[in-house]
């Protein structure tokens, strides 16, 4: 008897586990149905599609086992899928059934205004100001959400209506964001994501009593139309490159223009047959990676990143050292962790396969919630540029490791990382890429005055140019379904010139999914300049935070300052 968690075999749920031990609560896994009958408080941390939830919920024999246990009135808390499960449907997989506990449908949300997955921190406003507990949710608070589709706030139908709780808005659109009703209580967000905050709703809810968290009051049914503006926030993401140094330990390193070893003066020698090698610095070491992440969590970093640049990432699932590190840093930062590195199909050294979505597994398993695909995204777009399509993009084939785990896990847990570099041209260039010429402004760097330029893409941490574009590549993963695009700037990584603004706008007027800027900050004004001259939604530093030149909170004091809407601790 007790509380038990419900895994349907996709998606993070390891960070949920580990949230809950860091709160003190014990717990155990619904492993067959007749779990179900001990189960007094039941946790499902959906995470994924819709429809392989459904599946996986079916498969596992655990779908009627479910729905039954809802309806005996004990206990129950959704996460995310888990909210969207009680629904009827989503568009998102049509053909699945929900549970149809809450009488209404699950939509896709409109790009028209906005990126589309809804994916940072935004604001929760009650349906009852007046009510004491709000479940452990507070108005000043940011909840970290991730998700394409959203249910609807109908407050004209009284039957969907007495589910609300809270509601959000994002661009124009007001939806649910947390639904109560006697023992069920669900939200859209990820709390064992929104770090502090987050783990305040956790804990509220686990520490009332098992017959509190089975009756809950009424919530007044009252028009919510949308405001102005939204409480989305801009994100900070720290990254950190992984790699060995050349004693085997595993560090953060970070380069400049994409070299990872320290700058040294030339020397050569001489081997008795003539041959000349150059003698290299040592990779940088700026150090550990999960004390990094635990300190960029500690004040108040949005997101994380681990890129394995590691020889071990030709054969991920045996880099187990890597994956430790990734178990480690989400026993300890509560906020999203995004893992890159040789998430791609590949072969063991003995020989066995494993597929891109396999690999991917293991990482979501060790407690990643995103990961990140960059080499192997720009062959699939080349791919797919060999099959036409009316829109000019061309089509995927099914195959991509982009397309398997959008599939399985939903857009919003595949990023591709983007790694363009500058490809000077005659103004008067008539070529392939006259569309995404860039031009130099008169009154911008002397060296770029008069020049044009277009951006190619790279693969192998950009060593090897590619017959490619940055809008062909943004456009193409967009189509197979990335859910946000990591946008790097081989130019100006390392330099502290700040963001390439030309390219990042070249890359927002191409697509409508979520875009994190990366490459070139050296202060905390940079951070103004591309939240207020581009609208991503996130920019990335590395460098300069691993280095101590520019602190976090510095960024974020920056920011407020710009009235740029940012979370805060």
């Not at 639904?179 to 987050?198: I, L, T, Y």
């Not at 004040?299 to 045996?318: K, Y």
């Not at 706008?505 to 951070?527: E, M, N, Q, Y």
Request: charged share 25%.
């Amino acid at each position: 008897m007790g509380l038990y968690l419900l895994d349907y075999g996709a998606g993070n749920v390891q960070s949920l586990a580990n949230t809950l031990k860091k709160l003190g609560h014990d717990f155990q896994w619904i492993s067959s149905p007749a779990d179900f009958g001990k189960a007094t408080s039941l946790i499902f941390p959906g995470v994924g599609a819709f429809g392989s939830a459904i599946d996986g919920l079916v498969s596992r024999g655990l779908y009627e086992p479910l729905r039954e246990y809802i309806a005996s009135g004990k206990p129950y808390l959704g996460i995310c899928i888990g909210m969207q499960i009680l629904f009827r449907s989503s568009l998102e997989s049509p053909l699945s059934k929900g549970l149809g506990i809450i009488p209404s449908d699950i939509g896709l949300f409109s790009n028209a205004d906005k990126s589309v997955p809804h994916m940072g921190w935004n604001s929760i406003e009650f349906l009852d100001p007046e009510e004491k507990t709000h479940e452990g949710l507070e108005l000043r608070s940011s909840y970290y959400f991730v998700h394409s589709f959203r249910a609807a706030y109908e407050w004209e139908r009284a039957e969907v209506a007495q589910w609300a709780h809270t509601t959000t808005q994002y661009g124009q659109e007001v939806f649910l964001s947390t639904v109560r009703k006697g023992n069920v209580f669900a939200c859209q967000f990820h709390p064992e994501k929104s770090g502090p905050a987050g783990l305040k709703v956790l804990d509220a809810w686990l520490r009332q009593s098992e017959a509190e968290r089975a009756t809950s009051p009424p919530t007044p049914r009252i028009a919510r139309p949308p405001k102005p503006h939204d409480g989305f926030t801009k994100r900070i993401v720290a990254c950190m490159d992984v790699r060995s140094n050349d004693d085997g330990d595993l560090v953060v390193t970070k380069g400049d223009q994409y070299d990872v070893r320290e700058r040294v003066e030339s020397t050569e020698t001489s081997s008795e047959d003539g041959v000349r090698a150059r003698t290299a610095g040592a990779v940088r070491n700026l150090g550990k990676p999960v004390a990094l992440a635990s300190r960029y969590y500690v004040e108040g970093a949005d997101e994380l990143c681990l890129m394995n640049i590691t020889s071990f990432r030709h054969s991920p699932l045996l880099d187990q050292p890597m994956l430790a590190v990734v178990r480690a840093a989400a026993e300890t930062v509560f906020v999203p962790l995004t893992i890159g590195g040789g998430i791609k199909d590949t072969v063991d050294p003995d020989g066995t396969p494993h597929s891109a979505l396999e690999v991917a597994g293991a990482y979501f398993r060790a407690g990643a919630d995103k990961v990140s695909v960059a080499t192997e995204a720009v062959f699939a777009v080349e791919k797919m540029r060999e099959r036409p399509s009316a829109d000019g993009i061309g089509e995927g084939d099914g195959t991509s490791a982009i397309e398997t785990i959008a599939h399985a896990y939903g857009r919003q847990a595949i990023v591709v990382s983007v790694d363009p570099r500058r490809v000077y041209v005659d103004p008067a260039y008539d070529g392939p890429y006259k569309d995404e010429l860039v031009f130099g402004k008169p009154d911008g760097p002397e060296k770029e005055r008069d020049k044009a330029w277009w951006y190619q893409c790279t693969v192998r941490g950009g060593r090897e140019d590619r017959p490619l574009s940055v809008g062909q590549l943004v456009r193409g993963v967009e189509k197979l379904g990335a859910g946000e695009i990591l946008l790097n700037s081989i130019d100006r990584d390392g330099t502290g010139l700040g963001y390439d603004l030309d390219l990042i706008a070249l890359v927002r007027r191409s697509v409508r999914i979520p875009i994190v800027a990366s490459s070139g900050a050296g202060k905390a004004d940079h951070f103004v300049q591309v939240f207020q001259k581009s609208g991503v939604e996130a920019a990335l530093a590395a460098g300069v935070f691993h280095r101590n030149e520019v602190g976090i909170h510095e960024v974020k004091a920056a920011l407020i300052s710009a009235e740029i809407n940012v979370r805060t601790l």
